[in-house]
Nanobody
Framework: QVQLMESGGGSVQAGGSLRLSCAAS????????MGWFRQAPGLARVWVAD???????TYADSVKGRFTISKDNAKNTLYLQMNSLKPEDTAMYYC??????????????????WGQGTQVTSSS
């Protein structure tokens, strides 16, 4: 059973930085996608970025140039480096994973495994 656990959330002033981590365990497949999603109060959960097992990365336009997704295969850990945070980045952030040989999905229903979330707050 794949398990994901996020950490690293917190409160920062606008313009600050945070790095989220997602520790993964239970993987057996070599082909997978891992992604970050976020959900603000009252809104739907939306895709932020993803990384394939090949290392290919994709970003939502709203975070491109400010956020960086990466993974450390030796530690089975996914990261999201968030720089130049804005108040509109405030949300609960979730990591997700799915075994696939296809392009990484950018919708919630494309992912099979989810973490419990970590809160990020950026205040002006």
């Amino acid at each position: 059973q794949v398990q994901l656990m996020e950490s690293g959330g917190g409160s920062v002033q606008a313009g600050g930085s945070l790095r989220l981590s997602c520790a993964a365990s239970g993987y057996t497949s070599r082909a997978y996608c891992m992604g970050w999603f976020r959900q603000a109060p009252g809104l739907a959960r939306v895709w932020v970025a993803d990384i394939a097992s090949t290392g290919r990365t994709t970003y939502a336009d709203s975070v491109k140039g400010r956020f960086t997704i990466s993974k450390d295969n030796a530690k089975n850990t996914l990261y999201l480096q968030m720089n130049s945070l804005k108040p509109e980045d405030t949300a609960m952030y979730y990591c997700a994973a799915v075994e696939t040989f296809m392009l990484c999905p950018q919708t919630t229903y494309g992912y099979k495994y989810w973490g419990q979330g970590t809160q990020v707050t950026s205040s002006s």
